[in-house]
Structure formats: C-alpha cells, structure tokens
C-alpha cells in the first residue's frame, strides 16, 4: 500500500474547476445576451452549471477532509490563509462602491441639485428599518459567536440552536431589507443616488444570502456530527465570512443610510 | 461613572470568562444573546413598528426632474420602464404616477 511521506493533500484530478470555468463563461455571456436580445437560456444553462459545481466541488471537499482524514494541521492552515484572502478580496470588492458613493456624495453635481441627497430623492429614515437591520446582524455576531464556543466545548444541543438561531436572524434581514427595496420611494434608475444605493446595498444582500447558506450548510454538518471540539474549520471559514457581512453593513449603514440622508 | 448591578454582574462574568481557558465561553455568549442580542432586537423592532405608524407616509409630490427617473436604456423585464421592486404607490414612472390613490 502506497504512503504519503508529507502531511500535505494531493489533490485527485477533478472536472470542476473546468464546469466552474464553464460556467462562469455562460453567466457572464448570458447576461449581456440577455440585455442586448431578451434571451434567457445562455443564462439559465450558465447558473445551473455554476451550482451543480459549487455543489459538488464542495461536497468533495468534505469528503476529503471529513471522511478521508486529509485535512492536517498544514492542509487546514493553507484553507485559513485561503479564506482570508478571498475574504480580503470582497473587501476591496465593497471599497470600490464605497468609492463611488463618496465620490458622488462628496460633491454632488449642478444635474443633482448640487445637494446631497439629490434634490427630489426622499431618503429612508435611518432610525427605523435600518437600525432595525443593524441591530438584527449585531445579534446574529452574538449568537454565531456563541455557537462557536458551544462547538469547542462540546455543547451539541447549544451548538444547533445557537446556529440555527443565527440563520434565523439572517433570514430575518434579508426579508426586512426586500420590504424595505419594495416601500422605497426611489429605485435603482433615479440617478447617482440611486445606483450607488441599490448596488452597494444589493450586493451586500446578496452576500447575506451567501452567509446564510454557508451558515446552513454547518448546521446540516453539525447536525451530522462532522464538527469535533477541536476541528471544525468549515464552521469558522463560515463564522469569518458573517462577521465580515456583518462589518460591511456597517459601514454602509453610517455612510449610506445615515451620513448620506 | 457608577455601573448598576447588572452591568457589574455582567462584567465579573466576562472576567471570568477570559480567564478560565474555554470554560463557560459558551455560557457567556448565551447570556450575552438572550439579556444583550435579543432584547435589542426586540427594542428596534418595537422602535421601528411605532415609527412607522406615528407618520403613515403620503404620496410624494411628482415633480419630473430630469436627473431622476433615467430611462436611457430599457429594463431588460416587462415593458422595460418599471425597476424591479416597482412600488405603484411610491414610484413613480418618468411621466407620473400610476396610481394617485393612497
């Protein structure tokens, strides 16, 4: 029988980073043929692709890790350094309509009224559904943090309900901020306020429902006891990303919401 | 500054909690959710439902401003001219509202 003489993951040869690529390709492509021609079906095919991959790459890597023992403490401190990068990236990815939103608020052009909100925009009080929202991902920090020590102690009834509460609460903001775009008196088209609003806003709801997912997919872990008190990176890969949707919000909620009404 | 009680309560568990190596952690995070997280959440939520309902808010005067309402490229769904979360009551099209009843 043949032995490894490293602690290091040969990883075994996989179709996914190619249906990945694919898809992606078919996503983006899609997307402008929908815009330009009105068609769907490049888009649809790209997105089906794109989660039967996500689906089963991942699965795979619990696979490798969780049942086949390759996840060493080399292999899972190379996956830490992974997901601080990819983390690190999103953050440049939100700085960028951060930018833009300073940009155009900071001094705000003669078209708009050369006022900040632009003549005519009637903002959201920043005191209602949004304190609201803030309060509801503050809560959701405190319970993931409480599920995480519920894990490291071997607390498994504390670990489930404390994750599934944070789910909830997730869950909670993302049905809070979809009636919030529908109440809103000013869309995505109403100019540089509105663009920059709904983008930045937009895509931190959909890192929410990312968050969420990954949350999800713990608990049905946990559920299924591949967590021990002393290895559980997939929970902490989980935990930094919704501390990092949660640090996002933030930042929009006292720049765009508050500072900018 | 003198604290209460509870906020003194609160502060020995937290000392104790980062001095013991790992025990209680959990314990600490679990009260932090139900006296700290929850209520809080609980406080905005009743802020926000009052709010909401001291000023039923009435429909905005339409003005046709020229930097609202951009129209340069259609929506890519429907008639291309309603944005994706079209409110009727509280968006209005570039000439005007759809519906004036509130």
Redesign the interface.
């Known amino acids: 029988m043949a032995h490894q003489a490293h602690a290091y993951h040969m990883v075994d040869p996989s179709p996914w980073p190619l249906t990945g690529a694919v898809g992606a390709l078919l996503l983006t492509s899609g997307l402008a043929v ?2 330009h021609f ?1 068609s769907t079906i490049l888009l649809s095919l790209g997105l089906i692709l794109l989660l039967l991959t996500m689906y089963q790459w991942w699965r795979d890597i619990i696979r490798e890790g969780t049942f086949q023992g390759h996840h060493t403490p080399p292999v899972q401190k190379g996956l830490r350094f992974g997901m601080i990068l990819f983390i690190t990236s999103e953050v440049f990815f939100f700085l960028g309509f951060f930018w833009a939103f300073y940009h155009s608020s900071l001094a705000p052009t003669p ?3 050369g006022c900040w909100p ?5 903002t959201l ?1 920043p ?3 949004p ?2 929202n ?3 991902l ?2 959701s920090g ?2 993931v ?2 599920a995480h ?2 894990i ?2 071997g ?1 498994r009834e ?1 670990a489930i309900h ?1 994750l599934t ?1 944070t789910i909830l ?1 997730g869950f909670y903001f993302t049905f809070l901020q979809a009636m919030e ?11 540089v306020y ?1 663009s920059t609003f709904f983008v930045a806003t937009g895509f931190h709801g959909l890192h929410v429902i990312i968050g969420s997912t990954f949350l999800a997919v713990c608990l049905l872990r946990q559920v299924q006891y591949h967590f021990t008190s002393g290895h559980h990176f997939g929970f902490e890969a989980a935990a930094w990303y919704w501390h990092f949707v949660d640090v996002v919000w933030l930042f929009l909620y006292i720049s765009i919401y508050w500072w900018g009404s | 500054m003198s604290l209460s009680t509870a906020a003194l309560a609160t502060r020995r568990v937290l000392a104790a909690a980062s001095h013991s190596s ?2 209680g ?2 314990r ?3 009260i ?2 139900f006296v ?3 209520p ?2 609980g ?3 009743a ?2 439902y009052m ?2 309902h001291a000023h039923p ?1 009435h429909q ?1 005067e339409f ?1 046709p ?7 340069t490229k259609k929506f ?1 769904w429907g008639d291309g001219n309603h ?5 009727p009551h ?2 209005a099209l570039p000439d005007g509202y759809e519906s004036s009843h509130h």
């Not at chain 2, 401003?65 to 129209?71: M, V």
């Not at chain 2, 944005?83 to 409110?87: A, K, W």
């Open positions: 929908w815009f009105h078209e708009l009224g632009p003549t005519g925009i009637t009080d005191f209602e559904v304190l609201l803030t309060a509801v503050l809560a405190v319970t943090t409480w020590h519920s490291m102690e607390e504390q404390s509460l609460l775009y529908y109440e809103a008196p000013f869309t995505i088209a109403d100019g509105g | 790992h025990e952690g959990a600490t995070w679990k932090l959710t700290l997280a929850l809080g959440v406080v905005c939520m802020n926000a709010k909401m808010h905005e003005v401003y020229p930097h609202l309402r951009i129209r890519p944005s994706m979360f079209h409110n509280t968006n």
